[in-house]
């Protein structure tokens, strides 16, 4: 391998075990300059040292983007106006980073002069299918390495090993119980003792919420108000996308609401069991629905509930830049023209309720749905429903 093919790789780095291997590996395998890249999308990682860090692990430079904003604003947020949701219950938080870590990973590869671009996913996930498809339609000419499909190492003490033959510096030696994946929108968990579907999680496991059981007494009411299908204030306040996540989490998982445990089909193939938590995405997918409940128009939002489970199986398979995905959010984006008001959302010990609702294009009328009587203004002729239902039950009298 060490042909000169490849001259400098851009690999997405964290600064863990995995990756700091893989830095090193792909020095010694490929003969090549290797620039680390790392997106911040909300993990809450010590960033601070990083590039010296992989500059002790031999990269030649060290790049670190600060994508919240845009991945709140620009993933996240059509994610909640498409409702989407995998399988009817994930959110779908990792899928929704990838494409974004991997436009800017392409970005930071073509900037800093490199001809092929590494990642440290494994063989048998889905992140490895969402990053690659990403450079695939960003970057064609950039050759992908990946490590994991490639190299003799099997295991953990495999890397550990490599780590002290090339002494590269490691900071946390103990074995960590799951895969995790964190940004602004969710925690995931993976692996470890989860791979029994029948074994409850640890409650010392969660990160983002409060346990339900030990969630505050009394419950907490949000308002979140939207525009055109978009989250725009949080009780009256108006954030920008990365701010209002951060505070729908803090509010959320306060409550312990927005935790998820289920088995998912990956789209390699394989069944997995994740648990997630997603606090702020959980309320404000709740809010949105609500305050489309009132601005819809019937058959508009029935064709759209027809794309919701689509839309959400592009995100997942990773189809974030395909001409199905552009086509679907074109649908998307036209349904939710006169989604903008506010709903009321309470938060109770891991539950949520709406307990209102309005907007100023509200298609709501109370005096068309009234049981009460609304006089000479009521445009709903009751006597016409004798020969509507009448002529919808034709078919069915057998005659
Ligand atoms: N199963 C989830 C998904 O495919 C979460 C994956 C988490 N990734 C990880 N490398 N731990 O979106």
Known sequence: MTD????????????????????????????????????DVGQEEELDGLPE?????????????????????????????????????????TALARPVIGKHHVEVARETGCDAIAHGATGKGNDQVRFELAYRALAPDLKVIAPWREWDLRSRTDCMAYAQKYSIPIT??????????????????????????WRAPDQSMFVMTTNP?????????????????????????????????????QLAGAHGVGRVDMVENRFVGL????????????????????VESITMDREVMHERDRLMPRFAELIYNGFWFSPEM?????????????????????????????????????????ALSSFEDAGEADTYVQADATGFIHLQGLRLTGE
């Open 4 to 39: 000169g093919s490849v001259k400098r790789v851009c690999l997405a780095y964290s600064g863990g075990l995995d990756t700091s291997v893989i830095l090193r590996w792909l020095i010694e395998t490929y003969d090549c300059e290797v620039v680390a890249y790392c997106a």
């Open 53 to 93: 860090k992989a500059k002790a692990s031999g990269a030649v430079d060290c790049v670190i983007r600060d994508l919240r904003e845009e991945f709140a604003r620009d993933y996240v947020y059509p994610a909640i106006q498409g409702n989407a949701l995998y399988e009817g219950t994930y959110f779908l938080g």
């Open 172 to 197: 946390a030696t103990v074995k960590k119980p799951y895969s995790i994946d964190r940004n602004l929108l969710h925690i995931s968990f993976e692996g470890g003792v989860l791979e029994d579907p």
């Open 213 to 249: 059981e030990e969630a505050p007494d009394t419950a907490a009411e949000v308002i979140i108000g939207f525009e055109k299908g978009l989250p725009v204030s949080l009780d009256g306040q108006a954030l920008g996308p990365a701010a209002l996540l951060a505070r729908a989490n």
């Open 271 to 290: 069944k997995s069991r994740g648990v997630y938590e997603t606090p702020g995405g959980t309320l404000l997918h709740a809010a949105h629905r609500a």
């Open 326 to 366: 552009k086509f679907v959010r074109a649908a998307l984006d036209e349904s939710q023209t006169n989604v903008t008001g506010e709903a009321r959302v309470r938060l109770y010990k891991g539950g949520l309720q709406v307990t209102g609702r309005r907007s100023p294009v509200s298609l709501y009328s109370e």
